[in-house]
């Protein structure tokens, strides 16, 4: 399989997806002034057979499980069917798949195989991208910090340095590298240690106890700076832990407070949270109101039900709220869509999906 440098990159990432669903055993790429890949594909002999498409389809099934088996938000991936994916279909499939010569020998293994990489790609552009984002923005909060370099890292072994604590050992405790000169040890408070052990729980579980973890978060006001980074950093390898969440707008610095409140809602939103506790989240909240309504007016989440719309309708129509524009226009559609509600049967869904992507492309 020959390649050009320009497209090197992509072709060894469309070989790793492949051997993600355990389609190829290995490869291995020869530079050149023309490189190309020597790939052992994992391909019964006559792959478009019935039989061979029904184990082919199993085998996948289970190679991609394993695969998200490894990431701790995996789960709402993992368990989706390859046909629950619904992307629009890709660009130019016909010309691009006319590129490969057994295209209409195999069809029925290549739209097999094409189905399943949708189902990975959603968890790629879902979740991975976000990790990306958060594993970035932490080593930048490194980088720039200008606290002891060992507050960011001491979350992560489960302790817990108060925000003046300098180790004399990093280039922010001692500018001069005159290493031990100014050295302030932590605090030894062993009363937080069964505290700490049921944040760590909280954070593994399935299930998100807002009152629980408010009650929890008052043990650790002491410790602002480091909290925050524990919850950074959960969210490098599970982007949308509600406790870490939670946690990470809890002990926001002033200036990020908003994006972590909005982002803390449109999860829980999307996750979806039982509306109760989504509105229980937003009344939370000490940021501006009318940006988070408009984070919240999203389709198939918590807030796209008659219920979700009379909440964002009543906010909406608050004075403080209704002096943006964006969310005046939010609560005239949310007034439509109710009153098409009461007035339709339920026969007329229709007639309501058609309101619905009318209220879409208002915004579009």
């Not at 001069?176 to 302030?184: G, H, K």
């Not at 002033?254 to 449109?266: G, T």
């Not at 609560?331 to 879409?360: G, Q, V, W, Y």
Request: hydrophobic letters at 35%.
């Amino acid at each position: 399989m020959s390649s050009s440098n320009e497209r090197l990159s992509h072709t060894e990432l469309a070989i790793y997806r492949l051997t993600l669903l355990g389609l190829v055993d290995d490869y291995f790429v020869t530079y050149g002034r023309k490189p190309y890949f020597d790939v052992e594909f994992i391909l019964p002999k006559s792959p478009d057979s019935p039989a061979a498409l029904a184990s082919l389809d199993h085998k996948m099934k289970d190679q991609l499980s394993e695969y998200l088996s490894h990431f701790s938000d995996s789960s709402n991936s993992s368990n989706k069917n390859k046909q629950e994916i619904n992307y629009r279909p890709l660009e130019n499939y016909t010309e691009k798949t006319n590129e490969f010569t057994n295209f209409d020998r195999y069809k029925k293994l290549f739209n097999l195989v094409y189905q399943y990489l949708l189902v990975q790609l959603h968890h790629t552009y879902t979740y991975v991208v976000t990790m990306r984002y958060d594993m970035l923005w932490n080593l930048q909060t490194i980088v720039t910090s200008q606290k002891c370099r060992r507050t960011d890292i001491l979350p992560k072994f489960e302790e817990f340095p108060e925000d003046a604590y300098r180790c004399g050992c990093c280039d922010i405790c001692s500018p001069r590298l005159n290493f031990l000169e100014t050295r302030i040890p932590p605090k030894a408070d062993h009363s937080l240690t069964e505290k700490e052990l049921e944040l760590e729980k909280a954070y593994r579980g399935e299930l998100f106890d807002f009152a629980r973890l408010i009650r929890l978060k008052d043990n650790f006001v002491d410790y602002p700076t480091a909290k925050y980074r524990q919850a950074r950093s959960i969210l490098e390898g599970d982007p949308n832990n509600l406790s870490a969440l939670l946690f990470a707008r809890e002990f926001s610095p002033s200036d990020e407070y908003a994006a972590n409140d909005r982002r803390l809602l449109r999860t829980a939103n999307q996750n979806p949270l039982p509306l109760p506790e989504v509105v229980e989240l937003y009344k939370s909240s000490t940021a501006p109101k009318a940006e988070l309504l408009l984070t919240l007016n999203d389709a198939d989440t918590s807030c796209d039900t008659p219920a979700g719309w009379e909440f964002l309708r009543i906010e909406s129509a608050k004075p403080q709220n209704h002096r943006n524009p964006k969310v005046a226009a939010m609560n005239e559609c949310l007034d439509f869509m109710l009153s098409i509600d009461e007035d339709l049967s339920d026969s007329s869904e229709t007639l309501k999906r058609k309101a619905r992507e009318l209220e879409n492309a208002f915004y579009a």
